[in-house]
Nanobody, 115 residues
């Protein structure tokens, strides 16, 4: 089992920045990738960014060049630096981890981009 706890969401004006953090605990040795998904009202949950244990990253086209995912293996933490935020980035952001047999989710953190 893996437990994920997110922090860092909130309200920001268009063009602003936020950094999300997610700390993993439990069977962290089994995790091979961590990342962030997001779900806006009325939409399906979609991948925002993912990073593997080896450091390979994958981004949704809509966030490339604006969001940066990073991972601190010593702290069992993954970060999502979000810059140049736009109203369409408004969503609940969920931390996500993958093992060879399971997927795990955090409770979600709200990000609202509005003037």
């Amino acid at each position: 089992q893996v437990q994920l706890v997110e922090s860092g969401g909130g309200l920001v004006q268009p063009g602003g920045s936020l950094r999300l953090s997610c700390v993993a605990s439990g069977s962290i040795w089994s995790i091979y990738a961590m990342g962030w998904y997001r779900q806006a009202p009325g939409n399906q949950r979609e991948l925002a960014a993912l990073v593997t244990r080896g450091g390979t990253t994958n981004y949704a086209d809509s966030v490339k060049g604006r969001f940066t995912i990073s991972r601190d293996n010593a702290k069992n933490t993954v970060y999502l630096q979000m810059n140049s935020l736009q109203p369409e980035d408004t969503a609940v952001y969920y931390c996500h981890s993958r093992t060879t047999t399971s997927m795990y989710w955090g409770q979600g953190t709200q990000v609202t981009v509005s003037s």
